[in-house]
Each structure stands twice: as structure tokens, then as C-alpha cells.
């Protein structure tokens, strides 16, 4: 998949912003100083894919400032066809955000999977070293780009889980009966049975294939595995046997202590977590590793390339880590954010330099 074209209007720090791209050059960098926009620029292509930003859950806050509305669209080709996609936001007078398809207002099941894309910035590191909920993040929004039907099934296991634990809270005070969990429970076994084998697709695919990856990046015979810290039943009934097994600390404390919200997983080197035990630069290899898996990961699961968004990251990484990225980066049309034009020389071939400030865009072909 190919982006041809980006519109911003009102969004963060672009008044309006028209942009097309030529697909014979995969690499577009913007340059600039910090605080100029580049990172916005990074922001409405990823928006445009997953129908969220990476650096806020409010959608309001997207939009440029005294402004009550705001618009991001873009032109995408893929292998068939040329897509059109929109998303449309307004803080006043009522806070809404719309998706459009081909001019079409649709639901995010019908707008997501035309464009993917992997996001690689500096504090991805936090998904080795974080908590369970960040690497749980992670593994979700990797599902939702490469399977149809997952976003539903999360969300509508997040609803379940709330009125479960809501249920808990109203037997505690004496005004339910254990019985009212049963459709709760059902509605959990099933969907988070679904969830637990998508991400479990993932963490096999990477488990395979995260040591050897690992080894070429950092050149060593040092060996990291993937570790998955959870019990996953082989049936519904199991599911069901384990809420019941966690009936009455669940009571306790008014929440739910099984299934795939409260999963983790762990990046080992030998018996050790890297996290507590791994120098920075290990964990840098690791989640680089981590991201080239996601790049392949996802051109398996959708059949194409997904575009490639880099912030800042070089800056990150040594000479033998950055070329190994850099391999990456001539394989997927790539968007890269740097303050530094010796990064340029980098990379050889045909790039489109543009210059960004003060929310304004400017080529340097």
C-alpha cells in the first residue's frame, strides 16, 4: 500500500496542509527543529490508520487551538484500488468524531484495515521495560491492524468485564445474587477466548522468530526469548471454571481476576528479565527486533506493506542498529522524523526532504 496524498486542516499545529507523495520515493523525511511539527505530521497518518492517536486518548485535543473543528484525510492505492479516507472531528458544539470511506460516514469495523501502518518512536521502549498494561497495548493495537473483527471483540469484552465487576459490587452490597454474573461470565468466556487466540498468533510468530532477529541486529550469540504470562484455557467451560475458582476474591475486591485484560508477557535473556536486568542498549535491540517482527507480522496477516512511521528514533540507536533499520526503511514507504541532516546521508537512492516550521511545509527537492 501506497499513500498519494495528505490533507490536514486545524489539526494541532497545521492550519492547512495539502501534501502529495511520489510512490517511486519511499522515504519522505521531515526536517526541522523540535517543536515544529514534524511528530503531527507522524500523528494524522497514524490517526488515519488505527482512528486514534499514539500521544492522547482525547481526540479534542487534536484540533488546532480556538478551532472547533479539525479534518485529516488521505488518498491510499493498494494493489486494487485507490481509497479515500476521512476523519472528521468537532469539540463544540457537541464532541463528535466521524469517519468517512469514499465520502461514506462508516462504522470503525468498516473504516479500519485499508491503511496500516508500524509506529517506531523513542518511548517504545516502555514495551520492554513498562507495565503489563502497556504490552498489552501494544499486542492489541497490533491485532486490530491485522485482524478483522478484533476491535469489536475488545470492545465489546470491555463493556462485559465492566458490568461483571459492576455486578460484583451490587452482590457485595446485598442488592444481586451470584446468578446475575452468569451472562456476564458467558459473554467473557466467549469473547475473551477470541481475544487470547489472536494474541497468541502474535506471540508465537514472534516467540519464533524474536532470538535470530535479536542476534543479527546486536551481532552476538546472546540469546532473548518471548515469554507469555498467562494460562489460556482450551474451552469455554475451562473459562468458566476459572471465574468460579475466583469467585469470592473477586468479591472482595469488586473486579474480575482472570482472562486476557490481565495479561503479560516478559523479554527474557536467559533466566533473566530484561527489563530488570538488561542494559539500555539491550532493550534497544529488542525493541527494535520487536518492531521489524511487527513490519513482517503485519505484511503476512494483510498481504502489503505497511507503511513505516519513524519518530526521532535514529538518534536512538548506533551506527549497526541504525543500518539495520535503515534496511528496513528501503523496503516500505516511511515517514522520518529528524532534527539532524547527517542522518540523510544515511540513505541513498531517491528521498523527498521536507522542511517543517511553524506548522508549514516546505519541499527541498
Known sequence: ??????????????EKLEVDFDPKKKLTVLLGDNAQGKTNFLEAIYFLAITRSFRTKRFVDTIMWDREHGRISCKLEDKEREHNLEIGFTSAPNKQKRLKKEGTVVESRKYLHHLAVVLFVPSDIRIITGEPERKRRYLNLMAVQAFPGFLESLVTYSRALKNRNETLRMIRCGNGSRDHLQIWDEKLAELGLQIWGRRKEIIDFFSEKLPKTYQEIADTKDEIELKYKTEIPTSKQEY????????????????????????????????????????????????????????????EKIGQKPVLLLDDVFSELDHHRQGRLIEAVLNHQTFLTTTCREHLGRFEGDIRVLEVEGGEVKSMD
Open 240 to 299: 468458566l471454571t476459572r471465574l468460579q475458582e475466583n469467585y469470592d476474591r473477586d468479591l472482595r475486591k469488586f473486579a474480575t481476576h482472570f482472562g486476557p485484560h490481565r495479561d503479560n508477557f516478559q523479554v527474557m535473556a536467559g533466566k533473566h528479565e530484561l527489563k530488570e536486568y538488561g542494559s539500555r542498549g539491550e532493550c534497544r535491540t529488542a525493541i527494535l527486533a520487536l518492531k521489524l517482527l511487527e513490519l513482517e507480522f503485519l505484511r
Open 1 to 14: 500500500m501506497i499513500l498519494s496524498n495528505l490533507k490536514l486542516e486545524n489539526f494541532r499545529n497545521f
